[in-house]
Nanobody, 126 residues
Framework: QVQLVESGGGSVQAGGSLRLSCVAS????????MYWFRQAPGKEREGVAL???????VYTTSVKGRFTVSRDNAVNTMYLQMGSLKVEDTAVYYC????????????????????WGQGTQVTVSS
């Protein structure tokens, strides 16, 4: 079955950096769209970044220029390099994998079509 295991979360001061990792198993990683989502306390979950099998990346507006999503298909791992972190980036970050290799849903629609990791907490303090 699909397994997604995130790591790399933690506490950092505003302006700092963190790198999240997501190790995937149970499906053909290189063929599927992969996503990072986040959910802050009291807020809805939002799509943060998308990585397509063909190399396309998409970001939500609030993280453009600060976050970079990448993937290493040789080790079935996706990364999220986060820089210039802000207090408002504080959230639980989730790795997600598209259930189907047939298409990549947008960041706003993908939540209905993915399998989820357990999440990793990122806390940014001022």
């Amino acid at each position: 079955q699909v397994q997604l295991v995130e790591s790399g979360g933690g506490s950092v001061q505003a302006g700092g950096s963190l790198r999240l990792s997501c190790v995937a198993s149970g499906f053909t990683f290189s063929s599927h769209c992969m996503y990072w989502f986040r959910q802050a306390p009291g807020k809805e979950r939002e799509g943060v970044a998308l990585s397509s099998p063909g190399g396309t990346t998409v970001y939500t507006t609030s993280v453009k220029g600060r976050f970079t999503v990448s993937r290493d298909n040789a080790v079935n791992t996706m990364y999220l390099q986060m820089g210039s972190l802000k207090v408002e980036d504080t959230a639980v970050y989730y790795c997600a994998a598209a259930r189907s290799a047939a298409f990549c849903a947008s960041l706003t629609e993908a939540g209905r079509f993915v399998d989820w990791g357990q999440g990793t907490q990122v806390t940014v303090s001022s």
